[in-house]
């Protein structure tokens, strides 16, 4: 389960200009597809389109051949795990942080997901900016560990639909090859959306979709764009 499509999509935030403008693409259960293209292209856009934060104005996004419009905001937050460009983290422990991926989880599995992603030696912690009760101050979390919080989150909910929307760009390329690795294992098997700036990291992808102002440009694999280019 997990299918993803969009089919012919038109969207605007105000009716004086189009963002998407007929956007047609489908993510098979368990596959990838890389929307890349230049800032301002509409790739966030069709991540919200997704978790129906907003309205499409005709088309329409389904899962599994239903369209969102029919399902609750509670469902599709079920079914989709999402890991944004920077993580923002709640005044809490990294534990529980990392438990909102699926409110009533044990503390084992819990910790399991942290030993997972690898930041299992601290996660009693605050993060940064807060202090505990007793005065402890938070710990300083590089952009890399933060992400690995984003990471231990969706290891734990272990969602059908993966939304990775430019997650390792805010990372130095010896992080971001890090945190791509641990990423490459959270999406094994399920279907994954990957919103990217540059094709160079998704090579691994199942189809890249190029989007240039609301449009798809181009598509193919990896070896398919690079042979036209
Ligand atoms: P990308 O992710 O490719 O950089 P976005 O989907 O974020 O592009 O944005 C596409 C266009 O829509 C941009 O020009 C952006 O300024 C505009 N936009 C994004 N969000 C909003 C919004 N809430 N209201 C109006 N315009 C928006
Ligand atoms: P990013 O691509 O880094 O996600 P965006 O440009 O998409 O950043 O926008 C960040 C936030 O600001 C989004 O939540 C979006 O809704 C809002 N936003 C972006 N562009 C506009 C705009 N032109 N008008 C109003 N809100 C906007």
């Known amino acids: 389960a997990g299918k993803v499509e969009f089919r012919d999509v038109h969207f605007s935030y105000d009716p004086n200009r189009k963002i998407l403008k007929g956007v047609s693409f489908e993510v098979p259960a368990g596959k990838t597809v890389a929307i890349v293209g230049p800032s301002g292209a509409g790739k966030s856009t069709i991540s919200r389109l997704?978790?129906?934060?907003?309205?499409?104005q005709s088309g329409a996004v389904l899962i599994d051949g239903q369209d969102v419009r029919d399902v609750t905001q509670e469902s599709l937050r079920a079914a989709i795990g999402m890991v944004p460009q920077d993580t923002v983290l709640f005044n809490d422990t990294i534990a529980y942080n990392i438990r909102y991926g699926r409110v009533g989880a044990s503390e084992e599995e819990v910790r399991k997901a942290a030993e997972l992603a690898q930041i299992g030696s601290f996660i009693e912690r605050l993060p940064d900016g807060y202090r505990s009760m007793v005065g402890e101050r938070g710990l300083k979390l590089s952009g890399g560990e933060k992400q690995r919080v984003a990471i231990a989150r969706t290891i734990l909910k272990a969602p059908p639909i993966l939304m990775l929307d430019e997650a390792t760009s805010a990372l130095d390329s010896h992080t971001e090859q890090e945190i791509q690795a641990a990423l490459d294992l959270v999406s094994r098997g399920r279907t994954t959306i990957v919103i990217a700036h540059r094709l160079s990291t998704v090579i691994t992808a199942d189809e890249i979709i190029v989007l240039k102002d609301?449009?798809?440009?181009?598509?193919?694999?990896?070896?398919?764009?690079?042979l036209k280019h």
């Open 50 to 56: 997704l978790f129906r934060f907003y309205d499409i």
């Open 214 to 226: 609301g449009q798809i440009a181009e598509r193919g694999t990896h070896a398919e764009l690079m």
